[in-house]
């Protein structure tokens, strides 16, 4: 099935840096999710976006629905070691009369103290 | 909050077994979503069902079938497991066609066969 360009795929940071990740699509999205999963568990989500252009916060967690609709980035900043997991977009599209999400392929992250 | 609950997060079948996954959410959503998540793969869409009784094919629904009674209650079949059937499940709901309504993930059953 179809996944979303999600980068990076991983990294390791310093405990109290901030972390910025991105999906890019050449399709356009009506609204975008991001998600956290830890292992064994299911995604939770984070913060879900509407707009082209909306910039919503949760916490340390920042997130931005691209003006082409096309595009997202989610920041954490000052990471912290509980921040550690698999965070993944989701893209809400409407196609073939149904609406569908597409999912990116996710960043795992790892903070080190 | 939304809760979306799997009767199971993990399950040893063996191979030709019929297997029933349940999963039941609390917030009167008429969508209910299966996905299988695998590494390198995602998450891939297997069935769906925009109301009671309803269910529609998703991008993976060979070796599955789903059963919708109740609004709050979906159920994933496998009708005869095999090993390529290995893999965590997540259920998710959402409400309706309207804008604002994200998708919500059980917490997943991890099915070795």
Redesign the interface.
Known sequence: ?Q?LNQSPQSMFIQEGEDVSMNCTSSSIF??W?W?KQEP??????LI?L?KAGELTSNGRLTAQFGITRKDSFLNISASIPSDVGIY?C?GRIFTSG????I????TRLKVLA | DVKVTQSSRYLVKRTGEKVFLECVQDMDHENMFWYRQDPGLGLRLIYFSYDVKMKEKGDIPEGYSVSREKKERFSLILESASTNQTSMYLCASNGGSSYNSPLHFGNGTRLTV
């Open positions: 099935g996944q009506n609204t999710l998600y064994g568990e299911g995604p939770v989500l879900a509407y993944f989701a149904t609406y569908k999400y999912f990116g392929t996710g």
